[in-house]
């Protein structure tokens, strides 16, 4: 996601913030932008090199804010970068966070005569400070009125030109850390562009205000009642601190799990009514009542996301779909009539063979959707209509918080189209309230993730290894192999499980082990043959299975429990394991699981 900075002190500012910003660099972004309350703002798009090409020289200030913006609403253009600010200029906002009632928030200030100049939501957030600064409040009290009207999420740091020593910083699900240091204070996104200054830091906690001057910090609760805290010291290095303390970007990823499906599904279920509400999918939502076919394009892992998303869209909407990788969908004829829709799924929003496919469909006249994490990429530019994932950046070659996104982002759709059709509010309910239980769900894994690292280093010995699976997890034994291929180099392959005795079953032997997705769903009693088959022939199973599971306790090597939901999303629970497994299984090694070799993060040649 975006990362925020700002400093406060005796110093010159403009060097810091442009560190700053070179530190945050790491998160990926597509824009940059500072403000100092003597010299006011200047913006880029592209890369903290372009902004320091527009410094003139000039700036000067004690104190100032900066961002990097990935885009979340609104293309990445110089107008939509931050800071943004209000009418007169006297209030700057850096923001990363979604403010989710922003449409309301807008109009509301639109009737009392604010103008807005960009298409992002964070510029309501500077208009609605100033409109409680004009109505008699102080700065600290104009943000904690403002901040108590917006419903999302949140870092923000405000600078005002009035008061130009002070910064407020607040949390509300995305983090903020104070630097505390010697005449001078920081915020910041994460740690890492504060450690060369200062090891003091608080965290702020959601909920929380913090005041800074370069002398003091007060923090605050969105009541206005005050709080202490002590500020703690961390001893992270700075590359430490950009993996939020994890050794890798991979396993940080994984970790995040829970907080990208919050992402994804984030305003977008209106649970007792049982329907999903897609606001990329509004002006083409009457089209897509009539469709009558879905081809689904991806790569890779986008494409074992789309394998999923047939399962779930033929069961509970009732339209055929297919599934086909984009470096093939070219190179035959696609049979496509007025009624077929193509969708694409993408990470990167970059990736050549995809975005062919859309452009060969697009050229047959076909309507085109995009399931896309960056905002503003070519494949979400070129797409008719779409879902955001806002999974935030990916920085692991090896795609794991997208692909879970991906998968809540199939969920959303089909609950949409389902319900545009024959899908009774009732079951639109139950998949809703089991959406929503997700974040948790999956916590519960990660929590677990020291238990699934013994099985991995257990195993790490193996050359090869068969991942079997059926119905909803059948793509997931793809992609639980692609994982464990692409970060350790091992053999490893997906399989359906019914299609062991047509010739895979002849490789197994006690050097070749199975990972077996074994849910307790419609599927479970044929699962448990294949496993049995694997177990007659001397293979070791490690089975992926529901809690209060105890059969295959007795006939698997080892299990790793998973909490119980709807079939149609239990793919997104047991892929969480997989994934584990995988970095554990490659860093046991002592492999690079982040740049895994002859791999790029985003594929822009067929
Ligand atoms: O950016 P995209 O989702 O379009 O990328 C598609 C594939 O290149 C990508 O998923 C690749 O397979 C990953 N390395 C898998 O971990």
Same mark, same amino acid.
């Given at each position: 996601m975006c990362g925020i900075f700002a400093y406060t002190g005796k110093k010159e500012s403009l060097p810091i913030l442009l560190d700053g910003l070179t530190s945050l660099e790491y998160r990926g972004y597509d824009s940059a932008g500072i403000y100092m309350a003597e010299t006011g703002s200047v913006k880029s798009v592209g890369a903290v090199e372009n902004l320091k090409l527009k410094i003139k020289g000039d700036e000067k200030g004690k104190s100032g804010i900066a961002h990097l913006r990935w885009a979340t609403h609104g293309e990445p253009t110089e107008i939509n970068a931050h800071p943004h600010h209000d009418a007169k200029e006297h209030i700057w906002v850096v923001h990363n966070g979604i403010i989710e009632n922003f449409k309301e928030l807008k109009e509301f200030l639109t009737k009392r005569g604010r103008v807005f100049l960009s298409s992002t939501d964070t510029e309501v957030l500077a208009h609605l400070i100033s409109y409680y600064l004009d109505e008699k409040k102080n700065f600290e009290q104009a943000v904690i009125a403002a901040l108590n009207d917006v419903k999302g999420t949140?870092?923000? $740091?405000? #600078? *005002?030109?009035?008061? !130009? %020593?002070?910064?407020?910083?607040?949390?509300?699900? $995305?983090?903020?850390?104070?630097?505390? &240091?010697? &005449?001078?204070?920081? =915020?910041?996104?994460?740690?890492? !562009?504060? @450690?060369?200054y200062t090891k003091d830091v608080i965290f702020l906690q959601d909920g929380e205000v913090i005041v800074i001057t370069p002398s003091s910090h007060l923090i605050y609760?969105?009541? #206005? #009642?005050?709080?202490?805290?002590?500020?703690?010291?961390?001893?992270?290095?700075?590359?430490?601190? /950009? +993996?939020?303390? *994890? %050794?890798?970007?991979?396993? +940080? %990823?994984?970790?995040?799990?829970?907080?990208?499906?919050?992402?994804?599904? /984030?305003? /977008? @279920?209106?649970?007792?009514?049982?329907?999903? +509400?897609?606001?990329? @999918?509004?002006?083409?939502?009457?089209? @897509?009542?009539?469709?009558? /076919?879905?081809?689904?394009? &991806?790569?890779?892992? $986008?494409?074992y996301a789309g394998l999923v998303g047939e399962y779930m869209i033929e069961e509970y909407a009732g339209i055929p779909v297919e599934v086909e990788v984009g470096s093939e969908f070219r190179y035959r004829k696609p049979l496509i009539d007025e009624h077929t829709i193509l969708l694409a799924v993408s990470q990167s929003g970059e990736t050549a063979d995809t975005l062919e496919a859309i452009r060969e469909a697009k050229r047959k006249g076909v309507l085109t959707l995009g399931i896309v994490n960056t905002v503003g990429s070519t494949i979400a530019r070129e797409t008719d209509a779409g879902i955001y994932n806002h999974a935030g950046p990916e920085m692991g070659v090896a795609s794991t918080k997208a692909f879970v996104s991906q998968l809540a982002a199939l969920s959303l759709l089909t609950l949409f189209l389902g319900r545009q059709r024959q899908m009774s509010l009732s079951t639109g309910k139950r998949i809703a309230e089991e959406i929503k239980l997700l974040p948790e769900k999956i916590k519960q894994i990660t929590d677990k993730k020291e238990e699934i690292q013994k099985v991995a280093q257990k195993y790490s010995e193996a050359r090869d290894f068969l991942y079997i699976g059926r119905k909803y997890n059948f793509p997931i034994a793809y992609e639980?192999?692609?994982?464990? +291929?692409?970060?350790?180099? =091992?053999?490893?392959?997906? *399989?359906?499980?019914?299609?062991?005795?047509h010739g895979p079953l002849a490789m197994i032997d006690e050097h070749f082990p199975t990972l077996a997705i074994v849910p307790s769903d419609s599927v479970y009693e044929k699962n448990v043959s294949n496993i049995q088959e694997i177990k007659a022939r001397k293979g070791k199973v490690v089975s992926v299975v529901t809690e209060g599971n105890k059969e295959l306790d007795d006939l698997s090597d080892d299990t790793i429990k998973i909490p119980k939901t709807l079939e149609m999303l239990s793919p997104i629970l047991t892929i969480v394991p997989l994934q584990l497994f995988a970095y554990y299984f490659a860093t046991t090694k002592g492999l690079n699981v982040d740049r895994p070799r002859n791999l790029a993060k985003s594929v822009t040649v067929e």
């Amino acid at each position: 996601m975006c990362g925020i900075f700002a400093y406060t002190g005796k110093k010159e500012s403009l060097p810091i913030l442009l560190d700053g910003l070179t530190s945050l660099e790491y998160r990926g972004y597509d824009s940059a932008g500072i403000y100092m309350a003597e010299t006011g703002s200047v913006k880029s798009v592209g890369a903290v090199e372009n902004l320091k090409l527009k410094i003139k020289g000039d700036e000067k200030g004690k104190s100032g804010i900066a961002h990097l913006r990935w885009a979340t609403h609104g293309e990445p253009t110089e107008i939509n970068a931050h800071p943004h600010h209000d009418a007169k200029e006297h209030i700057w906002v850096v923001h990363n966070g979604i403010i989710e009632n922003f449409k309301e928030l807008k109009e509301f200030l639109t009737k009392r005569g604010r103008v807005f100049l960009s298409s992002t939501d964070t510029e309501v957030l500077a208009h609605l400070i100033s409109y409680y600064l004009d109505e008699k409040k102080n700065f600290e009290q104009a943000v904690i009125a403002a901040l108590n009207d917006v419903k999302g999420t949140y870092g923000i $740091a405000v #600078s *005002y030109k009035n008061e !130009p %020593e002070k910064i407020i910083a607040a949390r509300q699900g $995305a983090p903020v850390v104070v630097g505390i &240091g010697d &005449g001078e204070n920081f =915020i910041a996104s994460d740690p890492s !562009p504060i @450690l060369r200054y200062t090891k003091d830091v608080i965290f702020l906690q959601d909920g929380e205000v913090i005041v800074i001057t370069p002398s003091s910090h007060l923090i605050y609760k969105l009541d #206005s #009642s005050q709080i202490k805290r002590d500020k703690e010291t961390i001893e992270w290095e700075v590359e430490q601190a /950009r +993996k939020s303390g *994890y %050794e890798h970007f991979m396993l +940080k %990823e994984i970790m995040e799990g829970p907080e990208v499906i919050e992402n994804t599904i /984030r305003g /977008r @279920l209106i649970v007792e009514e049982g329907l999903a +509400k897609l606001g990329g @999918l509004e002006m083409v939502a009457e089209k @897509l009542r009539s469709m009558k /076919r879905i081809i689904i394009v &991806g790569c890779g892992t $986008a494409y074992y996301a789309g394998l999923v998303g047939e399962y779930m869209i033929e069961e509970y909407a009732g339209i055929p779909v297919e599934v086909e990788v984009g470096s093939e969908f070219r190179y035959r004829k696609p049979l496509i009539d007025e009624h077929t829709i193509l969708l694409a799924v993408s990470q990167s929003g970059e990736t050549a063979d995809t975005l062919e496919a859309i452009r060969e469909a697009k050229r047959k006249g076909v309507l085109t959707l995009g399931i896309v994490n960056t905002v503003g990429s070519t494949i979400a530019r070129e797409t008719d209509a779409g879902i955001y994932n806002h999974a935030g950046p990916e920085m692991g070659v090896a795609s794991t918080k997208a692909f879970v996104s991906q998968l809540a982002a199939l969920s959303l759709l089909t609950l949409f189209l389902g319900r545009q059709r024959q899908m009774s509010l009732s079951t639109g309910k139950r998949i809703a309230e089991e959406i929503k239980l997700l974040p948790e769900k999956i916590k519960q894994i990660t929590d677990k993730k020291e238990e699934i690292q013994k099985v991995a280093q257990k195993y790490s010995e193996a050359r090869d290894f068969l991942y079997i699976g059926r119905k909803y997890n059948f793509p997931i034994a793809y992609e639980g192999a692609l994982k464990l +291929k692409e970060v350790s180099y =091992i053999h490893a392959e997906g *399989y359906g499980a019914g299609e062991m005795k047509h010739g895979p079953l002849a490789m197994i032997d006690e050097h070749f082990p199975t990972l077996a997705i074994v849910p307790s769903d419609s599927v479970y009693e044929k699962n448990v043959s294949n496993i049995q088959e694997i177990k007659a022939r001397k293979g070791k199973v490690v089975s992926v299975v529901t809690e209060g599971n105890k059969e295959l306790d007795d006939l698997s090597d080892d299990t790793i429990k998973i909490p119980k939901t709807l079939e149609m999303l239990s793919p997104i629970l047991t892929i969480v394991p997989l994934q584990l497994f995988a970095y554990y299984f490659a860093t046991t090694k002592g492999l690079n699981v982040d740049r895994p070799r002859n791999l790029a993060k985003s594929v822009t040649v067929e």
